[in-house]
């Protein structure tokens, strides 16, 4: 069938246009990852192409990404959120981005939105606008000097080169979408952000663990990043032990699983009951009921307790993490651990490491920067 010319001419244009998107989003790509890796440089711990959701219908539904994410925390173990939004191309609607990244910043509770555009000039009244967002946005030379800005006197560890990012890419996507910490990882687990994390990704890495054997490199990588969402999860839980007292620290972490102290005791006080009446009708005998705590809280209690001891220490667990994920991918990493902190940070990785190992009955766990 032959195209009238129209046609022709529509169908030529939406191919170069699929051209030109295709060229921006690898420009896009590698802005992405200039970004993240100054940004980690910096002491951030960063994720790219970060999946958001809301609640739909039939559960969770993607609504839309960060391009670039980075977490850090100060010595209370309150997180400082950073969401990046890259683009490389001349074909963006800046005011639209900027009212974008607002959303999203508010949407995640960030702290810092920043919107870069390497190749496209701004406007007075632009700027003008991004300051009243309170964001931050860069404009062509100003993208290279800011992030030169960043890592200006660090040594720049390597992270998110292309080459290892496609491998870092290769053992995420190698979970099998049939294993249910697939889907957690990347939407669940950024949608809650609670105490659901804790119980949610030792139940989904419990049901994989048996594939994840250490046979294969791609293992490495993958546990190790599953123990780096699972280590910012543990610093909340060190926030909330904090805030509600140290001293009721076992009862503050076991609440902290069941989302707080009165759905605890809600708990607690159904079970009892639930005990009492299978007793007295002889269905069960006395205190025959399992725990309703699960069996790895006191090891978890354990480990919050070191965290909270060493505070400068464990804010570091999420850096030294990622510095193994990333010199496991060929990166040369950060400088050796020299400071007492530093060398706790890596001690404290291990063990919670480990306690994903005992929590998840894992027959394998990577060591921690080897």
């Not at 191919?15 to 980690?40: I, N, Q």
């Not at 990046?84 to 509770?109: H, I, M, P, Q, W």
């Not at 952000?193 to 490199?217: A, C, E, W």
């Not at 030294?320 to 706790?344: C, M, T, Y």
């Amino acid at each position: 069938m032959t195209l009238p010319a129209s046609s022709k001419l529509s169908d030529r244009s939406s191919r170069e246009k699929f051209v030109v998107t295709a060229a921006e989003s690898d420009l896009d790509f590698g802005l992405k990852l200039k970004t993240a890796a100054a940004l980690s440089a910096s002491g951030y711990s960063c994720r790219l192409n970060v999946a958001l959701s809301a609640v739909g219908d039939i559960g969770l539904a993607d609504v839309t990404d960060i391009d670039v994410l980075a977490i850090g925390r100060d010595l209370t173990f309150t997180p400082r959120l950073i969401c990046a939004s890259c683009k490389a191309g001349t074909n963006v609607g800046v005011a639209k981005e900027l009212f974008y990244v607002r959303g999203v910043l508010d949407y995640v509770k960030g702290d810092e939105g920043v919107l870069l555009l390497s190749a496209k000039d701004l406007s007075p009244h632009l700027r003008e606008l991004a300051g009243t967002l309170s964001l931050l946005v860069l404009a062509k030379s100003e993208v290279d000097s800011w992030c030169g800005s960043l890592v200006n006197g660090v040594k720049p560890p390597g992270y998110f080169e292309t080459a290892a990012f496609r491998e870092y890419e290769k053992a995420r996507l190698a979970i099998p979408p049939s294993a249910s910490i697939a889907s957690f990882l990347k939407a669940d687990y950024w949608f809650y952000r609670d105490f659901r994390n804790v119980q949610n990704l030792i139940g989904h890495l419990k049901k994989y663990g048996p594939q994840m054997d250490g046979t294969s490199s791609l293992h490495v990588t993958q546990c190790l990043d599953i123990a780096w969402h699972f280590s910012q999860t543990v610093l909340d839980l060190c926030l909330s032990v904090q805030r509600g007292g140290s001293s009721r620290l076992i009862e503050s972490v076991n609440s902290y699983l069941f989302g707080g102290r009165t759905s605890y005791k809600a708990r607690k006080d159904l079970l009892a009951n639930v005990s009492q009446l299978l007793t007295k009708t002889g269905i069960a005998r006395p205190n025959a009921m399992p725990s309703l705590d699960p069996p790895y809280a006191s090891a978890l209690a354990e480990l919050v307790v070191r965290f909270l001891e060493r505070p400068q220490a464990a804010i570091q667990v999420p850096l030294v993490l990622q510095d193994s994920i990333w010199r496991h991918l060929g990166a040369p990493g950060r400088d050796p651990p020299v400071s007492k902190n530093e060398l706790a940070a890596f001690k404290l990785a291990q063990d919670l490491v480990d306690l994903l190992r005992i929590a998840a009955d894992l027959a394998w766990v990577p060591s921690v920067g080897a």
